[in-house]
C-alpha cells in the first residue's frame, strides 16, 4: 500500500484545464469543494443539485474566483432530472470528461422498527438506497453514453465513485448506508475493465467519517476526541483518482482512515483470502472459454437453451448467428479474465 501526501494531491493539475467535470451533489460538503478545487484548476464545473440556491451560490464562489461553472437543480432520484443535468452540460460546454456521482445520504429512518396501519407493517422507504445506489447506478450509465459525445483517443475521461470505510466494515445502526458503501465498492470492481475498453478511468474514494452535514450531530458528538478526514484531503484525493495518468491504478481504492495521507490500495490487495480463491476460480474459468473446448460448450448451450426453436425448425439459424459471432463473443468473455 502507497501513500499520497497532501501536496501531490494536485500534480496533474494541468490535465483538467479546459475539462469539463461534472459532480452531483456538488453544492455543499464534499461535492463544493471539489468543484472549487476542479474550477481553481481550469476546469469547466457543471453542478447538479436538490439544494438550488446552494448550488448558484457555489458557483458565484467559482466565478469570483476567475473559474468557470454552471449548476442546476437535479434531483438524483429522478431520471429526467439527471438527463436534463447532463443535456445542459453537453449544451453549455459540448463535452463531458469527469463525472463524479457525490450525492449521498445516510440512514433515514430506524431500520429495526416497522411501522403499522391496521395491525399490519406498512413498506418503508429505502431512500438511503435510492439515492446511494440506484441514483449513482443511473448516473455512471448516462455518463458512459455523454462522455463519449466528440471523446478522441487519449483524452483525460474518468468517473470518481463515492465510497466509505463503509464500503468495509459494517457500521452499527446504519444498515442501509453500509450496503449502499459496500455496492459501490462492487459497481467499481465490475466497471474497470468495461470501462477501460472506452477509455475511461474508474476509481472509488474511502474516506474515514468527514466534517460535513452528512454527519448527524449526535454522531459527531459521539465521535468527539477523534480526528475526522478533512474535506479538503477527500477532495484532492477525488481529484488525484480522476488525473492520475497511470493506467496501473485504474480501478484502485483511495482510502482516507483518518487524518494522515491518502493510501492507494493496489488491486492485487483485493485478492486475498476469500477474494483470491474466488478471483483464481473465475479467472480459469473464463480462460478456459478459448480454443476447442470453447466451441464445444458453445454448442451444447444453444442447442440445450434452443429446445423452443428445435420445434420450430429455427435453431440451425440460432447456430450460425452464434459462430458467426463467436469473435465477439469470445472478446466478451476475455474482458473479463485477469
Known sequence: MSFIHDDKLFLFGDRVKGKVVLITGGAGGI?????????????????????????????????????TATSIKCNVVVWDDLVALFEHAITKYQSIDIVIPNAGITDRGDFDSLVFKDGKPVEQKALTIDINVTAVLKTVQLAQHYMAIGQKEGDLKSIVLIGSMASWIGIPKAPLYSCS??????????????????????AVIHPFFADTNILPTAVKLFLAGIPLVPVTRVAGAIFYAAT?????????????PDDGPVFLLKKEELK???????????????KGAKGAQFYIRLTKDVWRNCAPLRQLGLVGLVGAIAWTNRTQIIGLVSQYTS
Open 244 to 256: 492520475d495518468p497511470d493506467p496501473e491504478t485504474n480501478g484502485s481504492c483511495w482510502l482516507l
Open 272 to 286: 486475498l483470502g476469500v477474494y483470491e480463491m474466488i478471483d483464481s476460480r473465475v479467472n480459469a474459468a473464463f
Open 31 to 67: 461535492g463544493k469543494e471539489s468543484a472549487l478545487r476542479f474550477a481553481s484548476n481550469g476546469a469547466k464545473v457543471v453542478i447538479g443539485d436538490l439544494n438550488d440556491t446552494a448550488g448558484r451560490q457555489t458557483v458565484a464562489e467559482i466565478e469570483a474566483a476567475g473559474g
Open 181 to 202: 458503501k459496500h455496492a459501490i465498492l462492487g459497481l467499481m470492481r465490475s466497471l474497470t475493465k468495461p470501462l477501460a475498453f472506452k477509455g475511461i478511468r474508474v
